[in-house]
């Protein structure tokens, strides 16, 4: 249940603060230097990163989740014990997945 309710929630998530954290970044990079270190500048702002890490998560996690949907729609996967493990494996490769992320950007 809880991975259920996560995938929407991430997906929502990304529908609403992904997509207008995008649409700023896109415009900043077309209307010149100015305005992308303006949004350079607020995303790399302890609140602005905290945003950026949580968008991150919510696309790890709704794909982890979306894969294993994807698995249940196949048919596999609904015996009590292997949909628990896939549900704590979505939750976990969501978190591991957006700390390698992160690990990468910052180690860049």
């Known amino acids: 249940m809880l991975v259920s309710i996560l995938h929407r929630v991430t997906g929502d998530g990304m529908a609403f603060?992904?997509?207008p954290v995008l649409l700023?970044?896109?415009g900043a990079t077309a209307s010149g230097p100015d305005a992308?270190?303006?949004f350079a500048a607020v995303m790399g702002?302890?609140?602005g990163i905290?945003?950026?890490?949580g968008i991150s998560w919510a696309f790890f996690n709704h794909m982890s989740?979306?894969?294993r949907h994807l698995v249940l729609d196949i048919g596999a996967g609904y015996e009590i014990e292997t949909n628990r493990r896939w549900a704590i494996g979505s939750v976990a490769s969501g978190?591991?997945?957006?700390?390698?992320f992160w690990a990468g950007v910052l180690l860049i």
């Open 24 to 26: 700023w970044w896109l």
């Open 36 to 38: 992308y270190a303006d």
């Open 65 to 67: 989740s979306g894969i």
């Open 95 to 100: 978190l591991i997945l957006t700390a390698a």
């Open 45 to 47: 702002s302890i609140p």
């Open 17 to 19: 603060l992904a997509l």
């Open 50 to 53: 905290i945003i950026l890490v």
